[in-house]
């Protein structure tokens, strides 16, 4: 039981840490990302290289004005 | 090249875990990574490529990468503006020494699993990409001539990525230690950057981004990343100015 409360508790902490809106942020935007190469692909497969670091820098933003609050 | 190009990944994981974590359950992480593909391959053999689905695994160790690797770099940008005191880590610094001073000596030497979790994936997600270049390409090719000895097509590409690993691990045995003379918190920095720019690189791949000069967009991941972490830092380092000035 000890070793299944740590090895949960190690995974909380590895994906969830300090900065939960990191996880959510990040899980949103890849399924946001599928959802749209899905739906329109001949959009989506040109401009999904430069989307993605923007988004992942965009949800490092966010997570980091939180903290400034 | 293709298996050096990949290799090197791995290497850059393990150095970068290795100096922020300890070489210790680095090197650990690694090899049990190396192990357990090694018994997927001897398992699986060349069906490999129909069993093994490369872009869930991609989406599912990418992710894990991403977040990590924002972490360590939401952290160090913190900890650089001066946003997150470091009389707390070391606070806990000293807690975590009191706490292991207090326990039996077998538990001085344990394992960090962060840094075994880190490596191993990094090595096994590498080290599967490394299996299919191999039998990709030498399932596609008749025969290897090596001076005069013949190879077939999966013996050759075998060849030519052991050649790979030792070039690789005698690079990483060289720079290892230059590299641990950094401070903790830039070298953080830099692995949240790296962690942040492979994680995105392989979470794209598996959702289907089609990255423009393949693993070379890696580099160009490391410098958006970086750029967009110094711009954080000087606009997180203004406010508190600010706030002193009025």
Partial sequence: MRFIKGFAAFWYDFIVGDSWELAVGILGLLIALKLFDSALPSVADPTLYILMPIAVVAVLGVSLARAER | MACIVEMVEALTIILAVGITRGYRSALIGGATGAVALGAIIVVFGQTLTERVDLDVLRVLIGTLLLIFGLQWLRKAILRAAGWKSLHDEEGIYRDNVKQL??????????????????????????????????????????????GTISFTGVEGASLAALAALVLVAIVGGAVHKPLALVPENQLKFVVGIMLTAFGTFWAGEGIGVEWPGLDLAILALLVIYSVAAWVALIAMKRVPQMAVAH
Avoid at chain 2, 107 to 121: E, I, Q, R
Avoid at chain 2, 126 to 142: D, R, Y
């Fill in chain 2, 101 to 146: 001073s207090a326990e039996s000596p077998a538990s001085a030497g344990l394992m960090d699993w962060l840094g075994f979790t880190v490596s191993f994936k990094g090595v096994f997600l590498e080290g599967l990409e490394v299996a299919f270049i191999v039998l990709t390409f030498g399932t596609s090719i008749q025969a290897v001539q090596l």
